[in-house]
Each structure stands twice: as structure tokens, then as C-alpha cells.
């Protein structure tokens, strides 16, 4: 991905006192952009052309669907960590 980023919380550390886990979550970031003087945020050069127009939608399309499989596997794999780390007390 360039446009986009996935980033997670680090994982639970363990402690011999208190184990509590956290809720395992994702966000979705800007991993490269353009930024106006004014504060406004691009994801694109200059666009001239409906061809360029249409290129870079289509990457944009591309790396969104990239970043969504990789948002969902980076939370299945903190799903893991936690259900390994912190076991559910099945005798409830």
C-alpha cells in the first residue's frame, strides 16, 4: 500500500499482578499524501487528463481493497494473540 496505512495498539504485555486485554482494534491511516499550505489533503498530483483521472482512481480503488485485506488480517491476528494470551474461562 502507499497511500494508505494499518497500524494496531502494541500487544498486551503480561504481568504476574493484573492481566486485563485489551479490545483488539485497527485504524486506517494516510501512509503518503500531498498537503496544501492551506491544510487541505491530497491524494493525487495534479490530475490533466481523464486517463490520469482514471489511473488514479483505480490505484486508490486498489489500495483501498489492499488495505482492507490487510486491516482484516492484522485483526484476526490480534484476535489470535489475545484469545492465546488471555484464555476465556470456559467453567462460566
Not at 482494534?25 to 490520469?52: K, N, R
Amino acid at each position: 500500500m502507499h497511500h494508505f496505512a494499518v497500524f494496531s495498539h502494541p500487544k498486551q504485555k503480561k504481568t504476574d499482578e493484573f492481566r486485563v486485554p485489551n479490545s483488539p482494534f485497527v485504524s486506517i491511516a494516510l501512509g503518503w499524501h500531498f498537503t496544501l499550505p492551506s491544510g487541505e489533503i491530497l491524494l493525487s498530483a495534479q490530475l490533466m487528463t481523464e486517463s490520469e483521472i482514471d489511473h488514479a482512481f483505480d490505484s486508490l480503488e486498489k489500495e483501498l481493497d489492499e488495505g482492507r485485506r490487510a486491516a482484516k488480517k492484522k485483526l484476526r491476528e490480534l484476535i489470535a494473540h489475545n484469545e492465546h494470551e488471555f484464555p476465556r474461562n470456559k467453567s462460566s
